[in-house]
């Protein structure tokens, strides 16, 4: 069965809030079974409601609305319905007793305009609003179904699980199979590579199905298939995860929705090891991403953003003939990074160091190009490595990609410490 999303109100289109209702209604409707192909966002205005409404009903068996059930005159998605369906609205008197408490607890006087918010459309099933005042409404017509919900989130959640999800169920869903899914996380690897490596298995999908999305340094992979139980779409999803592990080993680090950081502090903090760091270009956003964590107090030593040269030399012992004069080979350089984390590793007597020297941009440095940034791994008892990172992008991207690069680093280390001595909890389940 297919949905429609319809979110009525001029300002989503002026941009003056974010549509987040279209995403948890997404998610929830997937969790039942239900494809939604098409979100659409109108204004108020009746005519251009009508119209997606007609759209909507071409193409989908649900149609959702959010917003414009308030009580002022731009409030028009019941009105729109209503005369989209041919159909008339009355007071629902529940929902009106409702409305008038809300003004007598408070002994305001009610407005003749909140009457509106107690319309529903003549043999719809009135849905009761907890949190506010305006009614939603549930109505089957002409085997579509029609849901029409409150704008605000905090309304419009709690009446969609509450009310919304068991009406599906009893009058439109009686035949689907729920949609389950694992979200694969991969570090180290852009969007385009990972999907050339999973090609084969993504133009052959069929069920489970294979969708990648792309943020800023990591890759996320949704597998997902329906099934009338979890075990059975978990034989699925584990033979397709399976698969895709032996084809990025070094690259897959969970099958559920952590970002890599989170698993890194989870691992360190489990196995009582510990790290700091020394950041020039990157200005102390690794130590915010570790430091954002629940935990990394157990395994975070502490660091040091070692911007200027001065302070590279008085606190982290970089010799000043690798900064200075016509031989140095500067600050942005394999050298620089390989002290940076073996003096911050000493100093904080942890088991890891890590170091970024770099060019963020947007000018060069050291006669050195944008985006040429050395990452430093310390590990105790262990040869340092340094990696070069050529990255493009804003000053924000290159500091981000700078992160999670590093990062990857240190988890593929862990791995490979793990084989010697494992580590509890790895994020694979």
């Given at each position: ?407 990857y680093r240190l988890w593929r280390r862990l791995e490979a410490r793990k084989v010697e001595t494992p ?7």
């Open positions: 069965m297919k949905a429609e999303i319809i979110a009525v109100g001029t300002e989503l289109l002026l941009g003056q809030i974010v549509n987040s209702n279209g995403q948890f209604l997404s998610v929830e409707l997937a969790a039942l079974g239900v494809d939604v192909y098409f979100q659409t966002v109108v204004g108020d205005n009746s005519a251009r409601i009508q119209q997606a409404i007609g759209i909507a009903k071409s193409r989908a068996d649900i149609i959702l609305f959010t917003g414009g059930i308030g009580p002022t005159e731009d409030d028009l998605t019941k009105d729109a319905l209503a005369a989209s369906l041919g159909r008339s609205m009355h007071i629902d008197q529940l929902a009106m007793d409702h409305v008038q408490r809300f003004f007598d607890e408070r002994k305001i006087t009610m407005t003749e305009n909140n009457r509106k918010q107690a319309l529903v459309i003549d043999g719809g099933t009135p849905l009761a609003n907890e949190i506010g005042l305006a009614v939603g409404l549930a109505l089957a017509h002409e085997d579509k179904y029609y849901i029409v919900l409150p704008g605000p989130p905090r309304e419009m959640k709690p009446m969609f699980t509450d009310k919304v999800k068991p009406w599906l169920l009893q009058h439109a869903l009686t035949d689907e199979m729920p949609i389950y899914s694992k979200m694969l996380k991969f570090a180290g690897i852009g969007e385009s590579l990972l999907e050339d490596k999973l090609i084969d298995l993504i133009r052959n999908q069929t069920d489970p199905t294979i969708a990648p999305y792309a943020k800023e340094g990591e890759v996320t992979v949704r597998i997902s298939t329906k099934a009338p139980s979890e075990h059975d779409a978990m034989v699925k999803l584990d033979a397709l995860e399976k698969q895709i592990q032996e084809l990025l080993p070094e690259h897959l680090y969970s099958n559920i929705d952590e970002p890599l950081e989170q698993l890194i502090v989870d691992w360190m903090a489990d196995a009582g090891l510990t790290m700091s760091a020394a950041e020039s270009c990157t200005g102390g956003l690794l130590m915010e991403s570790i430091t954002n964590i629940p935990g990394s107090a157990s395994m975070f030593a502490g660091g040091i953003v070692c911007y200027s040269n001065d302070i590279k030399k008085k606190l982290l012992n970089v010799p000043a003939s690798y900064l200075e004069g016509p031989d140095a080979v500067g600050a942005v350089s394999p050298e620089v990074a390989e002290v940076l984390a073996e003096q911050v590793r000493m100093i904080a007597d942890s088991d890891f160091g890590l170091s970024v020297t770099g060019v963020a941009g947007p000018g060069y440095s050291e006669r050195k190009p944008v985006g040429l940034v050395y990452v430093g791994l310390a590990e105790r008892g262990r040869k340092t490595e340094v990696y070069e990172l050529n990255l493009k992008g804003t000053r924000e991207n290159i500091r981000l990609r700078t992160v999670k690069a590093l990062l580590l509890e909890g790895s994020g694979l389940q």
